[in-house]
């Protein structure tokens, strides 16, 4: 199972991890070109000192930059991996409450008809807070519809 699931996720982990190493690279590329931009300014048209360009403190800037970078997207990409993981697994237990609730329900049916009503009214207030702690922890308009579909479909069922 876990094999699959980094199987399944290495094609679109690899395109992640391509996108934070090229930010870095851009952002650290700005920091080379903005520094030999501002030296040259400095020494040649401000001081009138023609020389070889300071070119190791401006690699080190651009090395710290590119690292620096490259870990603050790392640890944006995870923190956005765990809220993910978090909803998905908010979304799971709200399904298994939800079937549970409905099998509350069809048994109260069947062994007393004459509770069903109360039973349906706490189903349904149950089914209501559910629904609203689901579209506040909602990630995406697209998992609350997912949800709210699924259990308007298990209603009607």
Known sequence: MRSQEIQSRAPGHF?????????AFLASSFVLFVS??????????????TGPLRIVG????????????LRRQH?????EQEMVKR??????MNDRIRNALQTIEC????????ATDSVRGAVDQIDEVLQEVLEKASPAPGARAKAVS????????
């Open 15 to 23: 395109r992640t991890m391509l996108k934070l190493v090229l930010y």
């Open 36 to 49: 030999l931009a501002i030296q040259r300014l400095v020494y040649d048209d401000w001081l009138h000192k």
């Open 75 to 79: 640890a944006v990409y995870q923190r």
């Open 107 to 114: 048994v109260t049916y069947l062994s007393h008809p004459q």
């Open 58 to 69: 401006t690699v080190i800037a651009t090395l710290i930059t590119f690292f620096f970078v």
């Open 87 to 92: 909803f998905q697994m908010i979304l799971e």
């Open 150 to 157: 699924a259990a308007h479909s298990r209603k009607s069922a």
